[in-house]
C-alpha cells in the first residue's frame, strides 16, 4: 500500500511532533495540507518529465512531493535548517531532489543554474513566503537566468494587482512592471484553509510566462515613467508624467506626446494600459537621449 501523501492534515501533525517542530511566523511558514490545490500548482506550471524546477521555500516538502512526482529534478532553496532533517525524511524516495539551504534573495543563482540545472533552461515554482513575495518576483523577472517560467501562489492582493485590467485600483506599478517582463494569467484561487496554520487572506496562483523578447524599448525611459506616473495616482497623467520623472521633458512637449497618441492629458496613471506607457517611452525617446 502506497504511504499517504504529504499534503494530508495528519501527516503535517505527525511531522510537527516527531520532529518537535514549531512554524515561523517570520519565515512566512504556512504549509500546504489540500491535495487539489498542490496538484493545480503543478498542472498550472505544465511540469513535465522534461522539465528543470526550481523551488522556493519547500517546508515539509508537500508541494516538492508533487513537482518530484512529475519533472526530471527540482532544485529546493529553502532558508531554515531546522527542515533538513525533515525532509531527509519525507523526500528519500525520490533521485531528483536537491535541497540549497540558502535566502533565496542572497543564493549564488547563477551558480545554482550552472551546477544544477548545466544552465538549461527551468521553472519557477513555489508557495512563496508572504513576506517578501515582490523581491522574489522581481528577483527572477529581472534577472538573466534562463527562466521559462514563475508559477506562484502569492497572497490575493498582490495577485489581484499583478493580474489587474486598466481603470480598476489595484491596477498599478507591478502590474506593468510585470507585464514588461512575462505574460501573467490566473491558475487558481484558494481560500485561507489551505494552509497550516491558516494565515489571514487567501491566495492566488499566478503563472508568469517569460517573455521570448523584451519590448524595443529604452528601459531606463519605460521604468521612470511608470513609476513617476504610479507615484501620485490622482494627479492627472500629464503632470506626473513631466513632474515626478526625472526626465528631462517639459510639459508642451508631454502633452504633444500623448496627443499624437490620442490620450487625453486627463487621464489618470491607472488609466493607461501597458502598451500606452510603452509607447509613450519610444516617444520621449525619440525626443531626448536619455542615458
Ligand atoms: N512549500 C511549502 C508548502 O507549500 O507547504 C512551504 C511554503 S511556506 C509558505 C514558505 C517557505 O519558504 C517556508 O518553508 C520558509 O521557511 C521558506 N522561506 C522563507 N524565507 C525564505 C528565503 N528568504 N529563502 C528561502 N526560503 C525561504
Same mark, same amino acid.
Given at each position: 500500500?502506497?504511504?499517504?501523501?504529504?499534503?494530508?492534515?495528519?501527516?503535517?501533525?505527525?511531522?510537527?511532533?516527531?520532529? +518537535?517542530?514549531?512554524?515561523?511566523? /517570520?519565515?512566512?511558514?504556512?504549509?500546504?495540507?489540500? /491535495?487539489?490545490?498542490?496538484?493545480?500548482?503543478?498542472?498550472?506550471?505544465?511540469?513535465?518529465?522534461?522539465?528543470? @524546477?526550481?523551488?522556493?521555500?519547500?517546508?515539509?516538502?508537500?508541494?516538492?512531493?508533487?513537482?518530484?512526482?512529475?519533472?526530471?529534478?527540482?532544485?529546493?532553496?529553502?532558508?531554515?535548517?531546522?527542515?533538513?532533517? #525533515?525532509?531527509?525524511?519525507?523526500?528519500?524516495?525520490?533521485?531528483?531532489?536537491?535541497?540549497?539551504?540558502?535566502?533565496?534573495?542572497?543564493? +549564488?543563482?547563477?551558480?545554482?543554474?550552472?551546477?544544477?540545472?548545466?544552465?538549461?533552461?527551468?521553472? #519557477?515554482?513555489?508557495?512563496?513566503?508572504?513576506?517578501?513575495?515582490?523581491?522574489?518576483?522581481?528577483?527572477?523577472?529581472?534577472?538573466?537566468?534562463? #527562466?521559462?517560467?514563475?508559477? #506562484?501562489?502569492?497572497?490575493?492582493?498582490?495577485?489581484?494587482?499583478?493580474?489587474?485590467?486598466? /481603470?480598476?485600483?489595484?491596477? /498599478?506599478?507591478?502590474?506593468?512592471?510585470?507585464?514588461?517582463?512575462?505574460?501573467?494569467?490566473?491558475?487558481?484561487?484558494?481560500?485561507?484553509?489551505?494552509?497550516?496554520?491558516?494565515?489571514? @487572506?487567501?491566495?492566488? @496562483?499566478?503563472?508568469?510566462?517569460?517573455?521570448?523578447?523584451?519590448?524595443?524599448?529604452?528601459?531606463?525611459?519605460?521604468?521612470?515613467?511608470?513609476?513617476?506616473?504610479?507615484?501620485?495616482?490622482?494627479?492627472?497623467?500629464?503632470?506626473?508624467?513631466?513632474? +515626478?520623472?526625472?526626465?528631462?521633458?517639459?510639459?508642451?512637449?508631454?502633452?504633444?506626446?500623448?496627443?499624437?497618441?490620442?490620450?487625453?492629458?486627463?487621464?489618470?496613471?491607472?488609466?493607461?494600459?501597458?502598451? +500606452?506607457?510603452?509607447?509613450?517611452?519610444?516617444?520621449?525617446?525619440?525626443?531626448?537621449?536619455?542615458?
Amino acid at each position: 500500500m502506497s504511504r499517504e501523501r504529504l499534503y494530508s492534515p495528519k501527516v503535517i501533525k505527525q511531522l510537527l511532533k516527531a520532529f +518537535d517542530f514549531s512554524f515561523s511566523k /517570520g519565515l512566512g511558514q504556512n504549509f500546504l495540507i489540500d /491535495g487539489n490545490v498542490v496538484r493545480s500548482i503543478s498542472e498550472g506550471a505544465e511540469i513535465s518529465k522534461d522539465d528543470y @524546477v526550481l523551488e522556493v521555500g519547500p517546508g515539509f516538502g508537500t508541494l516538492t512531493e508533487e513537482l518530484l512526482m512529475n519533472a526530471k529534478k527540482v532544485v529546493s532553496v529553502e532558508i531554515d535548517e531546522r527542515l533538513n532533517q #525533515v525532509l531527509m525524511q519525507t523526500l528519500s524516495g525520490f533521485d531528483n531532489f536537491v535541497l540549497v539551504n540558502a535566502d533565496i534573495l542572497k543564493a +549564488d543563482l547563477k551558480r545554482l543554474v550552472e551546477e544544477q540545472f548545466n544552465n538549461h533552461s527551468f521553472k #519557477v515554482v513555489a508557495n512563496l513566503p508572504y513576506y517578501i513575495t515582490t523581491p522574489i518576483i522581481e528577483l527572477f523577472l529581472k534577472s538573466d537566468l534562463p #527562466v521559462e517560467s514563475l508559477t #506562484v501562489m502569492v497572497q490575493k492582493e498582490v495577485g489581484d494587482r499583478i493580474l489587474a485590467e486598466p /481603470g480598476n485600483k489595484t491596477y /498599478g506599478s507591478l502590474t506593468v512592471f510585470t507585464q514588461y517582463y512575462a505574460d501573467a494569467s490566473l491558475v487558481t484561487r484558494a481560500p485561507k484553509s489551505v494552509f497550516m496554520p491558516q494565515p489571514k @487572506v487567501d491566495s492566488v @496562483v499566478v503563472k508568469l510566462d517569460m517573455k521570448k523578447e523584451l519590448p524595443q524599448v529604452n528601459e531606463k525611459v519605460f521604468f521612470k515613467l511608470m513609476r513617476g506616473a504610479f507615484t501620485k495616482r490622482r494627479k492627472n497623467i500629464l503632470n506626473s508624467l513631466t513632474t +515626478d520623472t526625472s526626465l528631462a521633458i517639459n510639459k508642451e512637449e508631454m502633452k504633444a506626446i500623448l496627443e499624437s497618441l490620442n490620450l487625453s492629458t486627463n487621464l489618470r496613471a491607472e488609466d493607461l494600459s501597458y502598451t +500606452d506607457y510603452l509607447n509613450i517611452a519610444k516617444l520621449v525617446e525619440k525626443k531626448h537621449k536619455v542615458d
